[in-house]
């Protein structure tokens, strides 16, 4: 089955850009969405955004101006930066899969639908000096 | 301050039925489908129902899933000690082309 792996280093300084590589193993990059969410020490969950295989993208606003998403599908792999860091992008960060289904008919009503059904184990990003 | 609501925690003893709510707005729960995601301590967040009420396979059918205008709820009936954990509800939001919004979570504590 699909298995998702986050790398990169566990230690970035302020005002530096924090990179993370995301490897897809087990089956193809192709025909899905990938994503980013983090998770600050104690506390919940925070989508960052994703990638389509083909290139295009979509951010959380309230991150936009600083993270860049990247896909290599010649490696299976897809990447995440973060400029400009501060301590409260101190985080675990993880990689997901997002795929998609239809509910019913779409011109009778139905519609599309979104989840994220694998996860990388996360890795732990540190923000200081 | 998360976008969607959820009560901090829950508790229940083994065998019972507990509830978790979610709450939104028109342009989140009101217009997507809700995800829920159990989150085991010290572990990735795991899929536990889709689309508002579907169950990915393996996932138990003591957990179901509901959605009603702007709130969605979970349920775990049959509670065992494994279900301690945090809860995360999720949706799409429209307002802005997204962002994928979450809830800021719900400890369950299995008495």
């Known amino acids: 089955q699909v298995q998702l792996q986050e790398s990169g280093p566990g230690l970035v300084k302020p005002s530096e850009t924090l990179s993370l590589t995301c490897s897809v193993s087990?089956?193809?990059?192709?025909?899905?969405?990938w994503s980013w969410i983090r998770q600050p020490p104690g506390k919940g969950l925070e989508w960052i955004g994703y990638?389509?295989?083909?290139?295009?993208?979509n951010y959380n606003p309230s991150l936009k101006s600083r993270v860049t998403i990247s896909v290599d599908t010649s490696k299976n792999q897809f990447s995440l930066k973060l400029s400009s860091v501060t301590a409260a992008d101190t985080a675990v960060y993880y990689c997901?899969?997002?795929?998609?289904?239809?509910?019913?008919?779409?011109?009778?009503?139905?519609?599309?639908?979104?989840?994220?059904?694998?996860w990388g184990k996360g890795t732990t990003v540190t923000v200081s000096s | 301050q998360s976008v969607l609501t959820q009560p901090p925690s829950a508790s229940g003893t083994p065998g019972q039925r507990v509830a978790i709510s979610c709450s939104g707005i028109s342009s989140n729960i009101g217009s997507n489908t809700v995800n829920w995601y159990q989150q085991l301590p010290g572990t990735a967040p795991k899929l536990l129902i889709y689309s508002n009420d579907q169950r990915p396979s393996g996932v138990p059918d003591r957990f179901s899933g509901s959605k009603s205008g702007t709130s969605a709820s979970l349920a775990i009936s049959g509670l065992r000690s494994e279900d301690e954990a945090d809860y995360y509800c999720?949706?799409?939001?429209?307002?802005?082309?997204?962002?994928?919004?979450f809830g800021g979570g719900t400890k369950l504590t299995v008495l």
């Open positions: 999720a949706a799409w939001d429209d307002s802005l082309n997204g962002p994928e919004v």
């Open positions: 997901a899969r997002r795929s998609r289904g239809v509910r019913g008919i779409l011109r009778f009503g139905g519609y599309y639908y979104n989840y994220m059904d694998v």
């Open positions: 990638i389509y295989y083909s290139g295009s993208t």
């Open positions: 087990g089956g193809s990059i192709s025909s899905y969405y």
